[in-house]
Nanobody, 121 residues
Framework: AVQLVESGGGSVQAGGTLRLSCASS????????SAWFRQAPGREREKVAQ???????DYAESVKGRFTISKDSTDTTLFLKMNNLKLEDTAAYYC???????????????WGQGTQVTVSS
């Protein structure tokens, strides 16, 4: 079974930095698409960063230049480095992964449980 476990969330002041991790078992981050999503209360879920099978990356406009998605050399951990955090980055963050064909349909099958990021002034 595929299991994704996020960690690294927490509370930080605006302008601060956090790095989220997503540890995978049963599904290496290799030749697949993986992404970080977030959802704030009362808002739609938003994809903030994607790492594609050819290691290309894509970011939501709201986080470009501040967030970086990457993975480790063993393809078992996905990261999201978040710099210059803003109040509006406050949300629950989830990692997700699947074959890229499934990603193109908009709904990856495998999700972590989420980790909360709270940015304060």
């Amino acid at each position: 079974a595929v299991q994704l476990v996020e960690s690294g969330g927490g509370s930080v002041q605006a302008g601060g930095t956090l790095r989220l991790s997503c540890a995978s078992s049963g599904w290496p981050f290799r030749h697949v698409c993986s992404a970080w999503f977030r959802q704030a209360p009362g808002r739609e879920r938003e994809k903030v960063a994607q790492l594609s099978r050819d290691d290309t990356t894509d970011y939501a406009e709201s986080v470009k230049g501040r967030f970086t998605i990457s993975k480790d050399s063993t393809d078992t951990t996905l990261f999201l480095k978040m710099n210059n955090l803003k109040l509006e980055d406050t949300a629950a963050y989830y990692c997700a992964t699947d074959f890229c064909s499934q990603f193109s349909r908009g709904v990856p099958r495998y999700w972590g449980q989420g980790t909360q990021v709270t940015v304060s002034s």
